[in-house]
């Protein structure tokens, strides 16, 4: 079965930098698009940006661009998510999420990650 | 941006059916998908292109799409379907919003 597995949950300092993962199997990471999609807490989700990892394309929502990097290794299949400067407002939880393209355009989310939960506190 | 409007509740008895709507400008020109999510769970998706279903998602999950909106129906709903529920589309500027979300609570 497709399985997104992602890094545990972090406690860090505002102005702390990290860098979270997300490690696929069962599927050819090379043929699909890996997203992220925050959720901050009681909140609704977000789209951030997405990944084709075959050819590291990458799109940004236009609310995340210049916030986080998303990058990917494709050889050990692992996809990552990260910031240079944490703030307080990036206390949410991070799933990353395989992207499968959609008939009218874009893509949709057919297999998310667990969630890593980041807290940003001083 | 482009913008996804939910009601933020819907509450239905089970056995009942439950509609779910999604208002955007001309949406009815767009592929729309939705996701559930039950409280410390992850989404899951449960219709994808405005009216496809996964495998394993239950026929009871349904989707239709036209002009300014776009509808999830659950028929026969279950205490199980209890969750809140996001709509999300792609937009030409290559933003992908989601809905507000939508919680629906099996009375």
């Known amino acids: 079965e497709v399985q997104l597995v992602q890094s545990g949950a972090e406690v860090k300092k505002p102005g702390d930098s990290l860098k979270i993962s997300c490690k696929v199997s069962?599927?050819?990471?090379?043929?699909?698009?890996i997203g992220w999609v925050r959720q901050m807490p009681g909140k609704g989700l977000e789209w951030m940006g997405i990944?084709?990892?075959?050819?590291?394309?990458?799109t940004y929502s236009p609310s995340f661009q210049g916030q986080v990097t998303i990058s990917a290794d494709k050889s050990i299949t692992t996809a990552y998510l990260q910031w240079s400067s944490l703030k307080a407002s990036d206390t949410a939880i991070y799933y990353c999420?395989?992207?499968?393209?959609?008939?009218?355009?874009?893509?949709?989310?057919?297999?998310w990650g667990q969630g890593t939960l980041v807290t940003v506190s001083s | 941006s482009y913008v996804l409007t939910q009601p933020p509740s819907v509450s239905v008895a089970p056995g009942q059916t439950a509609r779910i709507t999604c208002g955007g400008y001309n949406i009815g020109t767009k592929s729309v998908h939705w996701y559930q999510q039950k409280p410390g769970q992850a989404p899951v998706l449960v219709v994808y292109?405005?009216?496809d279903r996964p495998s394993g998602i239950p026929e009871r999950f349904s989707g239709s799409n036209s002009g300014n909106t776009a509808t999830l129906t659950i028929s026969r709903v279950e205490g199980g379907d209890e969750a809140d529920y996001f709509c999300?589309?792609?937009?030409?500027?290559?933003?992908?919003?989601f809905g507000g979300g939508t919680k629906l609570t099996v009375l």
């Open positions: 292109d405005d009216r």
């Open positions: 999420a395989r992207g499968t393209i959609a008939v009218a355009g874009g893509y949709y989310f057919d297999y």
């Open positions: 069962k599927f050819n990471f090379l043929n699909f698009w």
């Open positions: 990944i084709y990892p075959g050819d590291s394309e990458t």
């Open positions: 999300q589309v792609w937009d030409r500027i290559r933003d992908h919003p």
